[in-house]
């Protein structure tokens, strides 16, 4: 997987302070990371295991296939980024009401 440089004059346009929009993407990006790990999850429990007659777990093609489809996509720290730069994300202060 290649590397991907962010344009920080990019980011630091959306937002007032750039150390802001970095606890805000990795909040959002903590919260792709659970809903993805959820949906995985849910997904997962779908897929029937069958257990073979000494009680050992054979390679499932399709349980393979829902793992690498989860794998190619896009990373939640980069989602959250584009989102940031794309949309904005609304947040706000814990103090503020």
């Known amino acids: 997987m290649a590397i991907t440089p962010q344009d920080l004059s990019v980011i630091k346009g959306r937002v007032s302070n750039l150390y802001e929009a970095i606890i805000v993407s990795a909040r959002k990006a903590r919260k792709i990371n659970d809903d ?13 295991t069958k257990l073979d007659d000494d009680h050992e777990e054979r390679e499932n093609p399709e349980q393979l296939k829902l793992s690498l489809e989860f794998e190619r996509k896009e990373k939640p720290h980069i989602e ?8 904005g994300i609304e947040y706000r202060y814990k103090n503020e009401k």
């Open 36 to 48: 993805t790990r959820t949906e995985f999850s849910k997904a997962l429990g779908e897929v029937s």
């Open 80 to 87: 959250a980024i584009h989102e940031l730069v794309k949309d």
